[in-house]
């Protein structure tokens, strides 16, 4: 049962064994105290638990299984990893003094996994770009508002704990902060939104203005509506919706490492749910996923920041602009990215990361505040506040719903004869496509959120990581794309003055770029007529929007501000863009190093402290990916690694559903405890007598326990009958997955159903009724091979069948007095049900019903 003591694990939560001291807020010493059991010889369990050598950092002690265990004190966090269940690797290396721990199941998994969508990536990049797109076309086509709802679901539940909940604190109620503010603010902006607000700054509005999406090809909207509207679909990808995500992982590995002294990884924000089971093989697969997706993602932005990088020298006359080749130059700029990310994170996350993140910072706010005086000022202030109104009116509720469901529809499908309609890829390719990337980031940055919010309250960590990144995206967007906006359009007004007057569109078009005009640095009269007087002098030119060259739109604003003189004065452009890439250089060095700090500690059990050697493996890892991928296939293969992380992201929105109710659930347990400073993980899971006698995710699924391991269990699993599936276990899932109809009459006509067999006209009905439609799905589904219409009754049999399981186990878990929810009867009852019916049939036999049985007889 999940419910089971964890006081054979947790060192310092054993009363009997263990003297836990308080020497201050911050620091918790723990001397443990061995017991002598009466029945074995003192000198025996010397033998058996030898104690560490005080001279050795990491001690190690050896388990009967003869895995080797770090032994580690704690220092104000979480327990030890090693005080888990989990397993553990130690390895000593020849050179180094400490030798270095690791998961191996959960880094063996992650880097399988990312080695191979890197090689197929590298083999194929045009079959992997062409197979992964249409993963993604595909995923997008049938999980659009799965993706949409989600998001603002999660946002309401973010704010809605802000309230309820913001006085719970990440750690000790007197404790201190580990960062001040300004640094904490800082490292929050550069891992999470940094490098794509560089980039989509300014082209991002510029995108939005053309006649795609419902809104600008709408026909009846002004160019002037069309230009804010870009703006208001801007801050919706970049508001409330980026950080929402990234919250739910913050909050919930939070909690679970600073409040309840679990380890912190994202396996331990599962065990209000899943209890004991998540120190075993189901949690190495989640933290495996979770370091899949951490790296997809930093390895994706590297690379395709490597190629937008290039661009960038290329404009500044760094790098040959006719040069076809650029192989060279992207690796180049990747592994001096990752060579500053190593040095970055050896150095630490209080040296290393918060240090370059507080320079990228405040270089990006330096770029923005001359961009804002050097341009239409006054133009830029009233920008800022009427797009702040317009985000609150539209994008609370209308614009984070909408799917875009009839613009989405393909031709034949109903799709609009007006030719007023959306393109039909824009929701996906958008919107849809942020939705998916926040959640795939949201393992990295939650995790490092989590990591640098330590004694915090919830309440300011929402504050700090949801509402003043809006605030500085909103300012950022207003501006910069703010000028991209106007730029653009007076580039148009400079195109149509010189078709009109002069006879000639281009005849304003710069040297430099057909896209660009000069702007005349005085007035323009033709036969003493003002045809055009510059009211804002030094700004030229300006440029209308390239979308087949879109990352030159950001150093197209920068190169605008070049103030001609007779001196040939070179402008600002230069320096503003050289400010730009350094700024947008350390904003990759720190979200390669924060996302090597993630994964170290993830495939670490959680340990927050590790070998350098550790995360240095980490982060040249990232970098080679990156580099053979940009070699293999360029941008082709990038962007199919960027696809299958987006695809295989799916599953992480239903994690951060599961990570909600975990939140409530170890918020409530808090508030039962009156916020103590110490509370028992125990208490987030339900008591013995409150949980079935095979968990939902045991029973069967325990032989995969045994696989994880090699057969070689942990001691604490096995004792509690973790490490394989009984006999009666899997006779009786055999049964309900073939025969699930005998199980179900089984237990409908049990005495925990009808006590005094009263209803057995009534179970048979059902019983008949369940077997009818479960042999009726299975044919239909295969009838769906020649008619696919036979697919939708069978889905309905299917759905019914999980109807009666759901009422059936409700009502049997409730006799019980077995803590659950509809929910989660529904979901067991359909897509796992062997498992439920075997779960119930075995309940039959627990001293738990004879107990109920026998009070229900002694009345």
């Known amino acids: 049962s999940s419910a089971q003591s964890f006081n054979s694990t947790i060192p310092n939560k054993q009363p009997s064994s263990t003297k836990t001291t308080m020497t201050n807020p911050d620091s918790l010493k723990i001397e443990e105290i061995h017991q002598p059991d009466p029945e074995v010889p003192v000198a025996q369990e010397k033998e058996e638990e030898p104690q560490p050598d005080p001279e050795v950092p990491f001690a190690q002690e050896k388990t009967k299984e003869g895995h080797e265990i770090e032994s580690t004190k704690v220092d104000g966090e979480s327990e030890s990893p090693s005080s888990y269940p989990m397993r553990s690797t130690t390895v000593k290396l020849p050179l180094f003094k400490d030798p270095i721990s690791f998961n191996a199941a959960v880094s063996f998994i992650a880097l399988?996994?990312?080695?191979?969508?890197?090689?197929?990536?590298?083999?194929?990049?045009?079959?992997?770009?062409?197979?992964?797109?249409?993963?993604?076309?595909?995923?997008?086509?049938?999980?659009?508002?799965?993706?949409?709802?989600?998001?603002?679901?999660?946002?309401?539940?973010?704010?809605?704990?802000?309230?309820?909940?913001?006085?719970?604190?990440?750690?000790?109620?007197?404790?201190?902060?580990?960062?001040?503010?300004?640094?904490?603010?800082?490292?929050?902006?550069?891992?999470?939104?940094?490098?794509?607000?560089?980039?989509?700054?300014?082209?991002?509005?510029?995108?939005?203005?053309?006649?795609?999406?419902?809104?600008?090809?709408?026909?009846?909207?002004?160019?002037?509506?069309?230009?804010?509207?870009?703006?208001?679909i801007t801050m919706y990808h970049w508001g409330f919706a980026a950080w929402a995500p990234y919250l739910v992982v913050a909050i919930a590995s939070g909690l679970a490492s600073y409040r309840f002294g679990l380890p912190l990884t994202?396996?331990?924000?599962?065990?209000?749910?899943?209890?004991?089971?998540?120190?075993?093989?189901?949690?190495?697969?989640?933290?495996?996923?979770?370091?899949?997706?951490?790296?997809?993602?930093?390895?994706?932005?590297?690379?395709?920041?490597?190629?937008?990088?290039?661009?960038?020298?290329?404009?500044?006359?760094?790098?040959?602009?006719?040069?076809?080749?650029?192989?060279?130059?992207?690796?180049?700029?990747?592994?001096?990215?990752?060579?500053?990310?190593?040095?970055?994170?050896?150095?630490?996350?209080?040296?290393?990361?918060?240090?370059?993140?507080?320079?990228?910072?405040?270089?990006?706010?330096?770029?923005?505040?001359?961009?804002?005086?050097?341009?239409?000022?006054?133009?830029?202030?009233?920008?800022?506040?009427?797009?702040?109104?317009?985000?609150?009116?539209?994008?609370?509720?209308?614009?984070?719903?909408?799917?875009?469901?009839?613009?989405?529809?393909?031709?034949?499908?109903?799709?609009?004869?007006?030719?007023?309609?959306?393109?039909?890829?824009?929701?996906?390719?958008?919107?849809?496509?942020?939705?998916?990337?926040?959640?795939?980031?949201?393992?990295?940055?939650?995790?490092?959120?989590?990591?640098?919010?330590?004694?915090?309250?919830?309440?300011?960590?929402?504050?700090?990581?949801?509402?003043?990144?809006?605030?500085?995206?909103?300012?950022?967007?207003?501006?910069?794309?703010?000028?991209?906006?106007?730029?653009?359009?007076?580039?148009?007004?400079?195109?149509?003055?010189?078709?009109?007057?002069?006879?000639?569109?281009?005849?304003?078009?710069s040297e430099e770029s057909e896209f660009c005009y000069d702007v005349p640095q005085g007035e323009v009269s033709v036969n003493r007529t003002v045809v055009f007087t510059n009211r804002l002098l030094g700004v030229t030119p300006v440029c209308k929007f390239d979308s087949s060259n879109s990352e030159q739109a950001w150093f197209n604003v920068m190169y605008s501000f070049s103030y001609p003189d007779a001196e040939n004065f070179g402008g600002f452009g230069p320096f503003l863009s050289g400010l730009s890439i350094i700024t947008l250089a350390i904003y990759f060095v720190t979200s390669s190093d924060s996302g090597s700090l993630i994964v170290d500690i993830l495939a670490s059990n959680g340990a927050t402290e590790h070998h350098w050697i550790q995360r240095v493996f980490w982060a040249v890892t990232e970098g080679a990916v990156a580099c053979a991928l940009i070699i293999a296939g360029g941008s082709k293969a990038l962007k199919a690694l960027q696809a299958a992380s987006i695809v295989f992201g799916l599953p992480f929105n239903l994690f951060l559903f599961i990570m909600c109710v975990s939140i409530v659930g170890m918020c409530n347990a808090l508030e039962a405890e009156q916020n103590s400073d110490n509370p028992h993980p125990d208490m987030l899971v339900p008591k013995e007598s409150q949980s079935w006698d095979t968990p939902i995710f045991g029973g069967i699924f325990n032989i995969f326990e045994f696989i994880f391991s090699l057969g070689v269990v942990h001691k604490e699993r096995r004792e509690k009958g973790m490490h394989l599936p009984t006999k009666e276990q899997a006779f009786e899932f055999i049964k309900a997955l073939f025969l699930p109809f005998l199980t179900l009459n089984k237990v409908s006509t049990s005495a925990v159903i009808d006590p005094k067999l009263k209803d057995t006209t009534n179970h048979v009905l059902v019983t008949a009724v369940y077997?009818?439609?479960?042999?009726?799905?299975?044919?239909?589904?295969?009838?769906?091979?020649?008619?696919?219409?036979?697919?939708?009754?069978?889905?309905?049999?299917?759905?019914?069948?999980?109807?009666?399981?759901?009422?059936?186990?409700?009502?049997f878990r409730e006799r019980l007095g077995?803590?659950?929810?509809?929910?989660?009867?529904?979901?067991?009852?359909?897509?796992?049900?062997?498992?439920?019916?075997?779960?119930?049939?075995?309940?039959?036999?627990?001293?738990?019903?004879?107990?109920?049985i026998n009070g229900k007889h002694d009345k």
């Open 112 to 232: 399988v996994v990312v080695w191979g969508l890197a090689i197929y990536c590298m083999v194929s990049p045009d079959e992997a770009n062409t197979t992964l797109s249409q993963w993604f076309d595909k995923v997008i086509d049938v999980f659009t508002w799965f993706y949409i709802v989600a998001n603002p679901v999660l946002t309401f539940f973010v704010v809605w704990v802000a309230f309820r909940y913001g006085d719970i604190k990440l750690g000790a109620k007197d404790a201190e902060p580990e960062f001040s503010n300004a640094s904490y603010f800082a490292m929050i902006f550069s891992a999470g939104v940094g490098v794509g607000m560089f980039f989509y700054g300014v082209s991002e509005p510029l995108w939005h203005t053309r006649p795609d999406n419902y809104y600008s090809n709408a026909g009846y909207h002004s160019q002037n509506e069309i230009a804010q509207w870009s703006l208001v």
């Open 818 to 852: 077995i803590r659950g929810n509809v929910i989660g009867d529904f979901v067991a009852s359909s897509f796992l049900y062997p498992q439920a019916l075997a779960q119930m049939a075995m309940e039959l036999n627990s001293e738990k019903t004879a107990s109920f």
């Open 771 to 811: 077997t009818t439609c479960f042999i009726g799905w299975i044919v239909l589904f295969c009838f769906g091979v020649v008619n696919y219409g036979f697919i939708a009754l069978a889905w309905s049999l299917f759905f019914t069948n999980a109807c009666i399981l759901t009422n059936l186990r409700m009502t």
């Open 266 to 509: 994202i396996r331990s924000t599962f065990y209000p749910i899943i209890g004991d089971y998540c120190w075993g093989w189901i949690g190495d697969l989640i933290d495996s996923y979770s370091i899949v997706m951490t790296i997809a993602g930093v390895c994706t932005s590297l690379g395709l920041g490597a190629i937008q990088m290039v661009a960038g020298l290329q404009r500044l006359g760094w790098v040959d602009s006719q040069k076809e080749d650029l192989t060279s130059e992207y690796n180049i700029i990747v592994w001096l990215m990752t060579a500053a990310a190593t040095i970055s994170v050896i150095l630490g996350l209080s040296i290393g990361i918060k240090t370059l993140a507080n320079i990228a910072f405040s270089l990006g706010t330096l770029i923005i505040f001359l961009s804002f005086v050097m341009e239409k000022t006054n133009f830029l202030l009233n920008l800022l506040v009427q797009t702040a109104g317009i985000y609150l009116q539209y994008n609370i509720f209308q614009v984070p719903f909408w799917t875009d469901a009839f613009g989405a529809l393909k031709e034949n499908e109903g799709r609009a004869v007006d030719e007023h309609s959306s393109a039909q890829w824009f929701i996906g390719a958008w919107t849809v496509f942020y939705m998916a990337w926040w959640v795939a980031w949201a393992c990295f940055v939650g995790m490092f959120i989590a990591r640098i919010s330590k004694n915090r309250t919830l309440r300011t960590v929402i504050v700090s990581v949801f509402l003043c990144p809006t605030l500085y995206c909103l300012i950022w967007f207003s501006f910069m794309g703010g000028i991209g906006l106007r730029q653009e359009r007076q580039a148009m007004e400079l195109e149509k003055l010189g078709s009109d007057v002069f006879g000639d569109a281009s005849y304003y078009v």
